[in-house]
């Protein structure tokens, strides 16, 4: 993952580095991850074991029941547990947004050291951003004017008080209406936003229809799971949606 990148040139003494305390028009403490590939690393290490572990038992012990159980369960655990599994990825962050620019200052354990990465809103070409439907995290991926990108993932964002999304949209919107179009930063839409994004819902809605009914003909003692599973995800994917097009309403943008 790559933080921050963008610096402000060098200055001769902290307060012009950092601006003063006058400068800041609202601070955030929250949670960031600062080890993705860590936490990624554990998730699939933890659904890889139980799949080796149900091949194991299917083909050692003839038990596919009890191998489909474990693979249940891999896939689940992560799920179930994942603020625990987290916990030695994430780190308290605070984040002072100001008129012209943005600082955030939290404990890498990349690097293992306090890191500050100070941005300056003109340094920003565009940026996309995800409020999760299913949990209390969210997604701001940055892109700067030199090519270069920078993502930040935050937890415990349920909270207003601590809820980043809310926050960087309403100080870039502030950012923009002092600036002609030229110089304005836009949001990118994510792909459930997008036009296509919107196609494959509506294929996905067919598909879904066209499962119940060859499930009901088919196999009628199974249509309460399965629909019930499909159903879930099917809502938590329209909520999505909704979700990011909620968002680009906030910067005028459809």
């Not at 994430?90 to 200052?105: G, N, P, Q, W």
């Not at 960087?168 to 792909?191: A, D, M, P």
């Not at 459930?192 to 119940?212: D, E, H, Q």
Request: glycine share 4%.
């Amino acid at each position: 993952m790559k933080n921050g990148k963008l610096k402000f040139h060098k200055a001769t003494n902290q307060k012009q580095l950092m601006g003063t305390v006058e400068d800041t028009k609202k601070i955030i403490t929250t949670t960031i991850i600062t080890n993705i590939k860590g936490l990624v690393l554990i998730i699939v290490s933890i659904i890889l074991g139980g799949t080796s572990l149900a091949l194991w038992v299917l083909l050692s012990f003839h038990y596919l029941f009890t191998s489909l159980i474990i693979i249940f369960i891999s896939f689940f655990f992560p799920v179930i547990f994942m603020k625990r599994i987290r916990s030695n990825s994430v780190e308290d962050v605070t984040i002072r947004f100001c008129a012209d620019y943005l600082s955030l200052k939290y404990f890498d354990r990349n690097l293992f050291d306090f890191k500050t990465d100070d941005i300056k809103y003109s340094q920003i070409n565009s940026l996309m951003v995800i409020e999760s439907a299913k949990d209390d995290s969210s997604f701001i991926k940055l892109y700067f004017k030199d090519g270069t990108k920078s993502v930040y993932r935050f937890l415990d964002q349920q909270d207003k008080d601590t809820n980043v999304v809310p926050a960087i949209l309403k100080f870039i919107k502030s950012y923009n209406e002092t600036k002609n179009n030229v110089e304005n930063i836009y949001l990118r839409k994510t792909l459930l936003a997008s036009k296509f994004g919107y196609y494959c819902i509506v294929a996905l809605t067919v598909m879904l229809i066209a499962a119940i009914i060859l499930e009901i003909i088919y196999k009628p003692n199974a249509v309460p799971v399965s629909l019930g599973t499909s159903l879930f995800l099917y809502v938590t994917i329209l909520s999505q949606r909704q979700n990011d097009l909620a968002i680009h309403k906030t910067l005028g943008q459809v």
